[in-house]
């Protein structure tokens, strides 16, 4: 990637707070949001302290703002709903990353960053310029210690969302070709960020998923998450 790719790491990222934030991404239907429980409950049983934690809707700003984003009656253009999320992430950082990061805390979130250039700009067509810049302005700069991508095929993908047919969200409407997008956002960013992404095959079992991802955290993290 070139220097001016907007989803290219930079040279030499700057120290981030003394916490460790660990992402969760992957498209809708993906058991990132179980594999995050499921790790929680690991913690949560080995007495290891944690926030959990999601984008959108963690503040009460941005419960209100995730309602607008999901609702699908209500129009909202690719660039309108760039701003909500980036409004959601900016309150996110303030009430929630930043003070848990800053203590030295764990911070497991169900989507971040990632998210949005993936969803935004690959599944939209927005500017990755746009949507990088936006979004290292409203998390001020951080950035996620550890992003676990859950990788799921389009095809595995129609099979678990229509499971959930009744009360689709404004994104689980946009159907496979949207989607194919965004998994295709996910799995080049993954690659651009292979230093900090553990990427997984989401149609493996999810005990086999976990296992993985206390690996991965016991290997890069020994001090955390080691036993
Ligand atoms: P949610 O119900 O939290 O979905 P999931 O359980 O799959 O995480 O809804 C969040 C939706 O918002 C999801 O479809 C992805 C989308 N999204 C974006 O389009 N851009 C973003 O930046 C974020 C954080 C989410």
Redesign the pocket.
């Known amino acids: 990637m070139t220097p001016s790719d907007p989803i290219s790491p930079s040279v030499s990222p700057p120290a981030g707070p003394p916490g460790l934030l660990v992402a969760f991404e992957g498209?809708?239907?993906s058991g990132?949001?179980t594999q995050l429980r499921r790790l929680s409950a690991r913690l949560a049983a080995a007495k290891i302290p944690h926030t959990v934690t999601?984008?959108?809707?963690a503040t009460p700003l941005g419960k209100k703002l995730r309602e607008i984003?999901?609702d699908p009656a209500l129009p909202a253009s690719a660039l309108a709903?760039l701003f909500l999320?980036q409004a959601?992430?900016a309150q996110h950082r303030q009430e929630v990353l930043s003070p848990a990061l800053d203590r030295g805390g764990i911070v497991l979130s169900?989507?971040?960053s990632d998210?949005?250039m993936a969803?935004?700009a690959f599944?939209f067509g927005l500017s990755r310029e746009l949507v990088a810049t936006l979004t290292r302005v409203a998390l001020d700069g951080l950035r996620p210690d550890l992003t676990v991508l859950l990788d799921l095929p389009v095809e595995a993908l129609e099979g678990r969302l229509s499971a959930r047919a009744e009360g689709r969200?404004?994104?689980?409407r946009l159907g496979r070709d949207y989607f194919d997008r965004v998994r295709r956002g996910y799995l080049e960013i993954a690659r651009v960020h292979a230093d900090r992404t553990l990427f997984l095959d989401a149609t493996l079992p999810p005990d086999l998923l976990e296992k993985q991802i206390d690996a991965e955290l016991a290997r890069r993290f020994p001090g955390r998450f080691g036993r």
């Open positions: 498209v809708d239907g990132k949001s999601k984008e959108p809707g984003l999901l709903q999320f959601d992430r169900d989507r971040l998210a949005t969803y935004q599944g969200t404004r994104f689980e």
